[in-house]
């Protein structure tokens, strides 16, 4: 006994001086290089502080943006507001995956798991409704703890979803061709996804968007802060939002006025592909966030090496004020001002002018995202065109109470939301980059849009560096 003990230690003392290079002093864990990665079609707002807040006359009597000199972190930002191109990705996107679930369900109820036609992965009488079966993996031939994560985590439903977690077979193709529909079963799923054509617009097959919804988890960290106690699964929220914009928003925001070819034509058609989205409310607005990183992270995750990316968001209200500015200190618009005309009488955004003339501006609605001249941070249309949805909530004592740095109002309770810059059908007033105003996020309207943020990994803080 003794004789093992003392090769222990020798073996011990051997590994412990021959299996470190370090020579015993403090180098830090060892870790990959990193390299920041920019997001496709957005541009790094750098981290400085500005005035938040009116510095001119508050002309409107509001009072509800005293100055405050506050700070904000470095993050990406959107170049342009989200299109309707862009939207219309998630919604397709949503669109396939709600078909691919409910063949998936009725492969399971019908088949035993796949057995009607197929085998589930294409292979037998491809087409088949048991070519959509559940992709999950053979437990069979799984690890010890892939399986033990399977059997208690990914493979067990919700009380809202008996089949949540499981994973669909993204691999065999829709067939939307009616005349091509493989059996009975699959002619059931994709039927109940259409509105009947005796109810659908001018008799068209159409499908049907109440049932077009995107369930996403987020934590409450605000809630988990000041709790005293419980888990963390006591503040993951789940959240199931009918992602389809409302395009009766050109019809209800306007009474009595012949707005129809825009409620007909201005999601969907490709003349309009690159005008901002509208019809998108602040649920609506977060759940494209959600959509986004997972969209994003779902490809990563294919390949080696790389690290996840930080969650795309809505931007707070003082990181939209201060990415508005451009680095211009006390301006009044992105472009400075005091005027909404350049020195050769040209319009400089997308709003209403002169007493109510929509048209001065060469626009009647909104225009593509990409119009006008961007502001210093390279951002478009930070005045008019849409107005945008912000994290925010609304109080219009914030600015009295916030911190000076990184201010933020996350209050979930409050529907009340911030939105800014302006839209096509507001005054000259709304533009200014220190106007406030709200909406609840429940509401829908024809001239509110949004773009997304991503923090930025590290530290660059260069928007107050001296000017040479």
Request: charged share 25%.
């Amino acid at each position: 006994m003794k004789k093992f003990i003392a090769f222990t230690v020798i073996s011990a003392l051997l590994v412990g001086c021959g299996g470190s290079s370090d020579k015993g002093e403090l180098v830090g864990v060892k870790g990959k290089k990193w390299h920041p990665e920019k997001p496709y079609g957005m541009t790094l707002v750098p981290g400085g502080s500005f005035i938040m807040g009116k510095s001119d006359d508050d002309l409107a009597n509001v009072q509800d943006a005293p100055t405050k000199t506050v700070t904000v972190r470095s993050f990406y930002m959107d170049e342009t507001e989200i299109t309707n191109s862009e939207y219309l990705q998630f919604v397709g996107w949503v669109k396939d995956s709600t078909m691919r679930v409910r063949l998936a369900i009725l492969a399971d109820e019908v088949g035993g798991g796949g057995t009607a036609g197929g085998d589930g992965k294409g292979k037998k009488n491809a087409g088949s409704i048991a070519d959509f079966a559940f992709n999950d993996a053979d437990p069979a031939k799984m690890t010890p703890y892939d399986k033990y994560m399977y059997e208690n985590y990914y493979s067990v439903g919700t009380d809202d979803d008996a089949y949540a977690g499981r994973k669909i077979n993204k691999k065999v193709k829709l067939i939307t061709d009616t005349a091509k529909y493989p059996d009975e079963y699959y002619t059931e799923v994709m039927d109940s996804m259409y509105i009947p054509v005796a109810e659908s617009y001018n008799g068209l097959r159409t499908v049907d968007v109440t049932k077009l919804k995107f369930r996403y988890s987020w934590m409450d960290i605000q809630a988990a802060a000041k709790a005293k106690k419980g888990k963390r699964k006591d503040f993951i929220k789940t959240e199931q939002v009918q992602v389809y914009p409302d395009t009766t928003v050109w019809i209800k925001d306007f009474a009595y006025s012949y707005n129809e070819p825009m409620h007909n034509d201005y999601l969907w058609h490709q003349a309009y592909g690159n005008y901002p989205v509208v019809g998108v409310n602040w649920k609506q607005a977060k759940a494209f966030c959600a959509w986004r990183t997972l969209y994003k992270n779902s490809y990563i995750k294919k390949k080696k090496g790389r690290d996840l990316i930080n969650s795309f968001r809505l931007p707070t209200e003082a990181e939209w004020e201060y990415s508005a500015r451009g680095g211009l200190e006390s301006g009044a618009y992105p472009w400075g001002g005091p005027y909404t005309k350049n020195d050769r009488g040209c319009f400089l955004a997308n709003f209403k002018p002169n007493r109510g003339d929509y048209a001065a501006d060469q626009s009647l609605y909104t225009v593509e995202a990409k119009s006008f001249e961007p502001n210093g941070y390279n951002l478009y249309n930070m005045a008019g065109n849409v107005a945008e949805w912000t994290d925010s909530s609304y109080d219009p004592a914030s600015y009295e109470f916030v911190s000076t740095m990184n201010p933020n109002v996350p209050d979930q309770k409050n529907m009340r939301k911030v939105v800014r810059g302006g839209s096509w059908k507001d005054v000259a007033y709304f533009l200014q980059v220190s106007t406030r105003d709200f909406e609840y996020a429940d509401t829908a309207r024809s001239y509110i849009g949004f773009r997304t943020v991503q923090d930025y990994m590290g530290t660059i803080t260069t928007g107050n560096a001296p000017k040479r």
